[in-house]
């Protein structure tokens, strides 16, 4: 119970607006093993793992071949993901968080992180519309996504109904790679072009480096494949709340958090 509450006190605190991933144990997995993921909250690709809490997220689903199964486990589940025979082919898993809440000490932070996602023109608006340079909160939701091969993990990834997603338009298990990975972003019912794209890879011997990539018109972009490495991208959203969330939530932004990892095979 002790390990819980810390676990539910880390949910609640500001660290969680970080990044928030979905982390295989092994990317490639036999049909006759079990699949084990982590849900992990964090930062530079390094982060706490949390566990299974159903009333923290609004869909967990694997998706295989277009059909959709819900991710069982029981709550306090750590790791949160351990699927006994999970089905042959490319798993997609999905996971949609429930709204949280973060609140800003200062502007600098706010600054900062604008910069860093990419948010032209906020600062701006911010001052327009008379809000509070000091002390004051965003609401924001994650939409996280894992590819993993079982067995030939044959297959192609959907949209599978994430506000905000990215799609993967290569296989990284049965594709040829040569010419990197394809992806396509998107933010409600089109494609979010001309945006930032940011990608981890961990190399085999645990290096981590970060690279910002940009969305074309389509929202497509082609992010280079290394043999043996794993790799997280993630694309945020910021937008004005609507009257109903910001009255509920008492905040002035909501942001809305894509995130997908994968493996190239080594």
């Given at each position: ?34 699949m084990v993921v982590q849900i992990v909250n964090g930062s530079d690709y390094t982060g706490q793992n949390l566990p299974y809490i159903p009333q923290r997220f609004a869909l967990f689903n694997d998706v295989v071949n277009g059909k959709v199964m819900a991710i069982p486990g029981r709550t306090g589940d750590v790791p949160a993901v351990q699927l006994s025979n999970p089905p042959e082919g490319l ?176």
């Open positions: 119970m002790r390990r819980l509450t810390l676990m539910l006190a880390l949910l609640a605190s500001p660290v969680s607006a970080h990044e928030f991933w979905l982390q295989p144990l092994d990317y490639t997995v036999s049909p006759d093993a079990t798993n997609v898993l999905a996971y949609q968080a429930q709204n949280a809440t973060v609140d800003y000490k200062d502007w600098d932070t706010f600054v900062r992180f604008t910069e860093h996602k990419d948010f032209p023109g906020i600062l701006n608006r911010h001052r327009e519309r008379g809000f509070p340079e000091e002390a004051f909160r965003e609401v924001y939701s994650r939409y996280s996504k894992s590819l993993i091969a079982v067995g030939s993990g044959a297959g192609k990834d959907t949209r599978t109904g994430l506000e905000t997603e990215i799609v993967a338009l290569t296989n990284p298990y049965t594709d040829d790679v040569s010419s990197g990975m394809r992806f396509q972003l998107w933010y409600g019912d089109a494609p979010r072009a001309n945006v930032r794209f940011e990608v981890y890879d961990r190399a085999p011997d645990g290096t981590v480096t970060r690279t910002f990539f940009k969305t074309n018109g389509q929202g497509m972009v082609t992010v280079p494949a290394k043999k043996g490495y794993t790799y997280m991208a993630d694309a945020v959203v910021i937008r004005e709340p609507s009257a109903a969330l910001a009255e509920q939530t008492g905040a002035l932004w909501e942001t809305l958090w894509a995130n997908m990892t994968w493996a190239i095979p080594g």
